[in-house]
Protein backbone atom coordinates (compact mmCIF):
# COMPACT_ATOMS: atom_id res chain seq x y z
CA UNK A 1 0.00 0.00 0.00
CA UNK A 2 1.00 3.57 -0.98
CA UNK A 3 0.83 6.14 1.80
CA UNK A 4 2.15 9.27 1.65
CA UNK A 5 3.77 10.92 5.55
CA UNK A 6 3.87 14.59 5.68
CA UNK A 7 6.17 16.41 8.33
CA UNK A 8 7.49 19.71 9.22
CA UNK A 9 4.13 21.68 10.47
CA UNK A 10 3.84 23.86 13.56
CA UNK A 11 3.33 27.30 14.32
CA UNK A 12 5.61 29.89 12.81
CA UNK A 13 5.63 33.82 13.84
CA UNK A 14 5.22 36.34 10.88
CA UNK A 15 8.29 36.76 8.60
CA UNK A 16 9.61 33.51 9.63
CA UNK A 17 10.38 30.76 7.55
CA UNK A 18 8.70 26.61 7.02
CA UNK A 19 9.88 23.50 5.30
CA UNK A 20 7.23 21.10 4.74
CA UNK A 21 8.20 17.00 4.12
CA UNK A 22 6.37 15.03 2.37
CA UNK A 23 7.80 10.68 1.25
CA UNK A 24 5.83 8.08 -0.60
CA UNK A 25 6.36 4.88 1.63
CA UNK A 26 5.71 1.12 0.07
CA UNK A 27 6.81 0.42 -3.26
CA UNK A 28 6.83 3.18 -5.39
CA UNK A 29 8.13 2.63 -9.16
CA UNK A 30 7.40 6.00 -10.46
CA UNK A 31 5.06 9.18 -9.59
CA UNK A 32 4.79 11.79 -12.31
CA UNK A 33 3.50 15.05 -10.51
CA UNK A 34 4.07 16.22 -6.82
CA UNK A 35 2.03 19.02 -4.92
CA UNK A 36 1.90 21.04 -2.15
CA UNK A 37 -2.43 22.13 -1.23
CA UNK A 38 -3.57 23.67 1.39
CA UNK A 39 -7.01 24.67 3.15
CA UNK A 40 -7.63 26.88 5.56
CA UNK A 41 -10.64 26.72 7.52
CA UNK A 42 -13.91 28.36 5.58
CA UNK A 43 -12.26 28.10 2.54
CA UNK A 44 -11.78 25.52 -0.47
CA UNK A 45 -8.63 23.35 -1.19
CA UNK A 46 -5.83 24.89 -2.92
CA UNK A 47 -2.86 24.56 -4.86
CA UNK A 48 0.24 25.94 -3.49
CA UNK A 49 3.20 24.51 -6.14
CA UNK A 50 3.34 21.33 -7.89
CA UNK A 51 6.14 19.63 -9.64
CA UNK A 52 6.12 17.61 -13.01
CA UNK A 53 8.32 14.34 -13.72
CA UNK A 54 10.61 16.57 -15.37
CA UNK A 55 11.06 19.28 -12.79
CA UNK A 56 8.74 21.79 -14.52
CA UNK A 57 6.95 23.68 -11.90
CA UNK A 58 3.48 26.17 -10.95
CA UNK A 59 3.18 28.18 -7.92
CA UNK A 60 -0.13 29.79 -6.54
CA UNK A 61 0.56 33.57 -6.80
CA UNK A 62 -0.03 33.98 -3.29
CA UNK A 63 3.22 32.20 -2.74
CA UNK A 64 5.05 32.49 -6.00
CA UNK A 65 8.71 34.50 -4.53
CA UNK A 66 8.96 33.35 -1.40
CA UNK A 67 8.30 29.66 -1.59
CA UNK A 68 10.53 26.73 -3.39
CA UNK A 69 9.60 23.17 -4.47
CA UNK A 70 11.87 20.77 -4.61
CA UNK A 71 11.65 16.72 -5.17
CA UNK A 72 14.18 14.07 -4.76
CA UNK A 73 13.02 11.55 -7.32
CA UNK A 74 14.79 8.50 -6.22
CA UNK A 75 13.25 8.74 -2.99
CA UNK A 76 9.69 9.63 -4.22
CA UNK A 77 9.78 12.74 -2.43
CA UNK A 78 8.89 16.80 -1.91
CA UNK A 79 9.55 19.38 0.03
CA UNK A 80 8.18 22.97 0.14
CA UNK A 81 9.95 25.74 1.67
CA UNK A 82 7.83 28.96 2.50
CA UNK A 83 9.93 32.04 3.37
CA UNK A 84 7.98 35.33 4.78
CA UNK A 85 5.17 33.64 6.16
CA UNK A 86 2.10 35.88 6.28
CA UNK A 87 -1.12 34.95 8.69
CA UNK A 88 -3.02 34.41 5.95
CA UNK A 89 -0.57 31.14 5.21
CA UNK A 90 -2.15 29.93 7.91
CA UNK A 91 -3.59 26.03 6.56
CA UNK A 92 -3.75 22.52 6.87
CA UNK A 93 -1.19 21.61 4.31
CA UNK A 94 -1.39 18.72 1.98
CA UNK A 95 1.19 16.37 -0.24
CA UNK A 96 -0.28 15.07 -3.21
CA UNK A 97 0.89 12.79 -5.78
CA UNK A 98 -0.60 12.08 -9.56
CA UNK A 99 -0.26 8.95 -11.55
CA UNK A 100 2.08 6.66 -9.12
CA UNK A 101 3.25 3.36 -10.59
CA UNK A 102 3.63 0.64 -8.08
CA UNK A 103 3.54 -2.97 -8.01
CA UNK A 104 3.61 -4.73 -11.24
CA UNK A 105 3.33 -0.85 -12.78
CA UNK A 106 0.06 -0.31 -11.32
CA UNK A 107 -1.66 2.42 -11.94
CA UNK A 108 -2.50 4.87 -8.70
CA UNK A 109 -4.45 7.99 -10.06
CA UNK A 110 -3.89 10.29 -7.15
CA UNK A 111 -2.93 10.04 -3.20
CA UNK A 112 -2.95 12.25 -0.55
CA UNK A 113 -1.36 12.87 2.78
CA UNK A 114 -2.93 13.13 5.97
CA UNK A 115 -2.37 16.78 6.49
CA UNK A 116 -0.22 18.84 8.32
CA UNK A 117 -1.06 21.97 10.44
CA UNK A 118 1.05 25.42 9.75
CA UNK A 119 -0.12 28.27 12.11
CA UNK A 120 1.41 31.67 11.35
CA UNK A 121 1.02 34.10 14.11
CA UNK A 122 3.13 35.80 16.68
Given at each position: QVQLVESGGGLVQPGGSL????????????VDDMA????APGK????????????????????????????DFAKNAVDLQIDSLKPEDTAVYYCNAVAIRTTGWKLLDSIW???????VSS
Open positions: RLSCAASGIVLRWYRQQRELVATMNIVGSTVYADSVKGRSTISRGQGTQVT
